[in-house]
């Protein structure tokens, strides 16, 4: 028996488990409840109502990832940097929450955010007014940048860390300003970490249901919410797999443009 | 040498701020499953009753029982397919390991709400009750493409004429198999099992929608936080925190980091 | 060439990292047009001389002037000095002419005395091209870096540095990742070049055959001093400490006692020398290169030993003579038989007297 055979048991998994899967979300997409084919599911969720809500998760999901970008390219450009002592365990810190089950932060979320939860606590006791802040955008927003913060952190750290210093010496020595070594040489030279950094931020956050469920107590509706209702309480599996469907394809046309920033997928990402 | 001191005051005060962002809410969390209180507003005292009360709940043991079910019995499988299929792809041609590889990072690269779905549709489909078995299968997929990345450095590591050196010595492909390759790429199989078993006591997505009546720990939570803060989640919630730690620990032992997943 | 001018001054330079003392007490300088080499073995402190000058480390103590004025403190970025690092540094996220261009693009149209942006694009093209042709490599302008071998990349680099009109250029052992053939090719290259332009040239390496091919000046280093500074000539010929006499060429080091000017007494015997000046009966460091040792008939020779191996060099035969107390490396055009019981004289201004060097 020839070596390469030992695969065979991993491929066949791999199609009957992930392509042939995916199949069946196509099938159930253009068929209705009695197995017929339609376009009907589609032209359902092309009604306002739904497509509001599809607008409303990219935008949010766009305004995370920028607020990742902010607040993680200084964080992994300032761990990547040489004048910082136990820079390492620094950097183990600041990945570790990304190991820990997005539920749990969510929850922990959840404990400082609720009407009487630990803020409003914190707010009483120096004598200023509750504030009302599980439903609104900001909430969700920020859980969702808790959640997903490390994740932007750690392709961009990777890239820094593996730029060769000289190269800013280089910079400097041909004349380049410390800003004007972050504009000309550090920010270009991390594209293809940035590029990974946005797809491990954008995807799941753009598909997420539980974190709005959780911070909005429902008043905040997106895209993961309508499909978790449409497979799980409303069980209507031909809607809810043309959702799904128009989802993914959205996200493989955007991961497919951000591939053309960083062709060479050289980006230190998860994958 | 001013300005310098100033630059490293101002990244100092960023990161701690970044690190402040990310671990209060987890402190606040872990600090309330040991309050005396069911409120979040006030610090009546130190208890461990949270905890015992969690151990004394049906629902969670059972729940327990589940998740590390499904994660042994998940891993156990991906271990097996996803080592053969490290071996086997080291040994294909190029065009080959191309599509394996394109195939392997699929479930990667798709939202765990897509994948999770269009598992569940099949299942459905087929009409295979949904539970403690098409969650494990479920796993499987997820699990094994980490087993076969872990395995697969170490095989690239590896000298290509050790296993024709064993069969030149008298040995059964088999053989050489078990005595040469196996030992040679032991590491990776461990990582990838730890890696393997985190990532499925870990997941939420994928479970949720893949299994009906059984329930792991993870939809245990989504289902009690969707009522709303409940102190004994709290507790549940740091024993879980501190398990990860000890697994991701472990694993990093072995890789560091920055090269999980 | 050289014009008495100093460029640049090195005074009292020290450098810790923390509990080690990297340079120590280093006084240098470098004229107008010069070729420097900084030579001496890994971890003596050349290449931390060489970030001083480029601005990228800051001197413990001391000062570094250029053209007189104190630059100890000024950042790279605003001197006029560029550097070709080690393993090139090229930005892989640019072209070849982008990769020259960099800092020309940097500068205002003024800066290059241009009078609007699109002639300053003229200039810099202009410029670049030169560059180009200069390090003959034209044509590769589109080319991305990652496609270049380690010779081209090198001529990018250098290329890089000098189209900014330095008045210096670092060199921080640019050779070093290359194939000898091309070493040597670059070498003369490099002086040409140096020539050509007339820049001063400052050139760090641990190879002693590269630094007395292409400097004027020679500063060799060793635990964190200059130990001597000089023209290869100098240097070679004569060596102020046992030590460079044994890092530049081979040598035979021997201990010896001054015992009046002109008579020194080693290997128990007492030979004539051109040294003065010494303490009666001081011990000194005696050195004598293997090709300055002439191999006569064994009952004429001032020693008398056996050829313990030979091992043919090219031009030359290597043999090693054991006269019982010293074994000698002596260098002959004519070969001995190995057992052969060999003379070896030695003329009197062939006998280098060092004094002995205080432990660093």
Redesign the interface.
């Known amino acids: ?11 066949l ?3 009957l ?6 199949l ?2 196509c ?2 997409a253009f068929t209705d409840a009695s197995g017929a084919f339609t376009v009907g599911n589609f032209t359902k969720i092309a009604q306002p109502m739904y497509l509001l809500v599809l607008w409303d998760s990219v935008r949010l999901a766009f305004l995370c990832t920028v607020l990742c970008l902010l ?1 993680g390219y ?2 992994a450009y ?2 990547s ?1 040489r ?2 002592n136990h820079a390492q365990s ?8 990304m ?14 955010f ?1 009407d ?3 803020i ?2 914190l707010l ?1 006791a120096v004598g200023l007014p509750r504030l009302h802040m599980i439903g609104t955008e900001g909430a969700v927003l920020t859980g969702m940048v ?1 959640n997903f ?2 994740f932007m952190v ?1 392709p961009i750290y ?1 890239v820094l860390k593996k730029m ?1 210093y ?2 800013i ?9 410390p800003l ?1 070594v972050v504009t ?2 550090v920010l ?2 991390s ?1 293809p970490g940035v590029v990974s950094g946005v797809t491990m931020v954008f ?2 956050a ?2 997420t ?2 974190i709005s ?2 911070l909005s107590s429902g008043m905040i509706y997106l895209v ?1 919410d309508m ?2 209702d449409y ?2 309480s409303m069980n209507n ?1 031909n809607v ?2 043309s959702i ?1 469907l128009v ?2 394809v959205l ?1 493989i046309l955007s ?1 497919g443009l951000l591939r053309k920033v960083d062709p060479d997928n050289s980006g ?1 990402g ?2 | 040498m001013n300005s310098h001191r100033t630059s490293r005051f101002l990244k100092g005060t960023w990161l701690a701020l970044v690190l402040a962002f990310l671990y209060i809410p987890i402190i606040v969390m872990i600090a309330l499953s040991f309050n005396a209180s069911v409120s979040r507003a006030e610090w009546t005292g130190f208890t461990l009753g949270w905890y015992a009360k969690l151990f004394q709940s049906r629902q969670i043991m059972e729940a327990l029982k589940v998740t590390l079910e499904v994660a042994v019995v998940a891993t156990a499988v991906s271990v097996v397919i996803g080592t053969l299929g490290a071996i086997g792809m080291h040994a294909m041609n190029a065009g080959m390991a191309n599509v394996l590889n394109t195939l392997s990072y699929l479930p990667m690269t798709t939202p765990d709400i897509v994948t999770g779905v269009s598992l569940m549709l099949m299942f459905v489909f087929t009409r295979v009750p949904l539970g403690k078995w098409t969650m494990i299968m479920a796993h499987v997929t997820f699990d094994t493409p980490y087993v076969l990345f872990s395995v697969m450095p170490k095989l690239r590591q590896m000298n290509p004429n050790l296993y024709e050196a064993a069969l030149d010595l008298g040995c059964h492909p088999a053989k050489a198999l078990t005595k040469v390759i196996l030992p040679e790429i032991n590491p990776g199989i461990v990582s990838g099992a730890l890696l393997a078993f985190t990532m499925s006591l870990d997941d939420f997505v994928i479970s949720y929608f893949t299994s009906n009546t059984d329930q792991n720990l993870a939809m245990i939570v989504y289902s009690a936080a969707r009522r709303g803060v409940e102190p004994t989640m709290y507790a549940l919630s740091t024993l879980m925190f501190i398990v990860i730690m000890v697994l991701l620990l472990a694993v990093n032992r072995r890789s560091g980091l920055e090269n999980m997943g | 060439m050289i014009q008495d001018t100093r460029l640049i001054e090195i005074k009292n330079v020290c450098k810790r990292f923390g509990e080690t003392e990297v340079l120590h007490d280093v006084n240098l300088y470098i004229r107008k047009c010069e070729f420097v080499t900084l030579l001496g073995p890994s971890g003596c402190g050349k290449t931390t001389l060489l970030r001083i000058l480029g601005g990228f480390e800051m001197p413990t103590s001391g000062e570094v002037l250029f053209e007189g004025k104190d630059v100890t403190a000024i950042p790279p970025y605003k001197r006029r000095i560029n550097t070709v690092f080690q393993k090139y540094a090229l930005f892989n996220h640019l072209n070849v002419y982008d990769n020259i261009a960099f800092g020309l693009k940097l500068k205002t149209p003024e800066q290059m005395g241009c009078k609007s942006k699109k002639e300053q694009k003229e200039e810099i093209h202009r410029r670049v091209m030169r560059m180009l042709k200069l390090v003959k490599m034209e044509g590769y302008e589109k080319r991305s870096t990652n496609a270049l071998s380690g010779g081209q990349q090198q001529r990018i680099a250098i290329a890089r540095a000098l189209v900014n009109e330095p008045e210096v250029l670092l060199l921080d052992e640019p050779l070093g990742a290359l194939d000898l053939k091309l070493r040597k090719e670059m070498q003369l290259e490099l002086k040409t070049m140096q020539q050509q332009l007339g820049i001063t040239f400052i050139y760090v390496t641990h190879d002693q055959e590269e630094a007395l091919t292409m400097s004027d000046t020679i500063a060799v280093m060793n635990g964190g001093r200059i130990q001597q500074i000089g023209d290869p000539k100098g240097i070679y010929d004569e060596p102020k400490n046992a030590f460079v006499a044994d890092f530049i060429g081979e040598s035979n080091i021997l201990d010896g006692v001054m015992l009046e000017d002109e008579l020194v007494k080693f290997h128990g015997t007492e030979f004539q020398c051109v040294d003065e000046g010494f303490a009666p009966d001081e011990p000194v460091d005696v050195v004598i290169r293997p090709e300055d040792i002439m191999i006569v008939g064994a009952d004429v020779g001032m020693l008398t030993g056996t050829v313990e191996s030979v091992i043919f060099k090219g031009v030359h035969y290597e043999m090693m003579v054991n006269t019982g107390a010293q074994r000698w490396k002596v260098h002959s055009t004519t070969m001995q038989p190995v057992g052969s019981q060999v003379g070896m004289t030695i003329v009197p201004y062939n006998i280098h007297i060092m004094r002995k060097q205080k432990e660093a």
Do not use: H, Q
């Open positions: 028996m020839k070596r390469s055979w030992y695969a065979s048991p991993y491929a998994w791999m199609v488990f992930t392509a042939v899967p995916l069946f979300v099938y159930y607040i200084p964080t300032f761990l940097g004048d910082l620094l950097v183990v810190l600041i990945l570790v929450p190991w820990m089950n997005f539920l749990l932060r969510t929850y922990a979320m959840m404990t400082l609720e009487n939860g630990v409003n606590s009483e808790y913060l490390p750690l990777t060769d000289s190269i010496e280089a910079a400097e020595d041909l004349g380049c300003s004007r000309r040489v270009p030279m594209v995807m799941p753009v598909t249901f539980a469920r959780l993961g499909i978790e497979f799980i599996r809810g797999s799904s989802m993914l996200i991961i230190g998860l994958w």
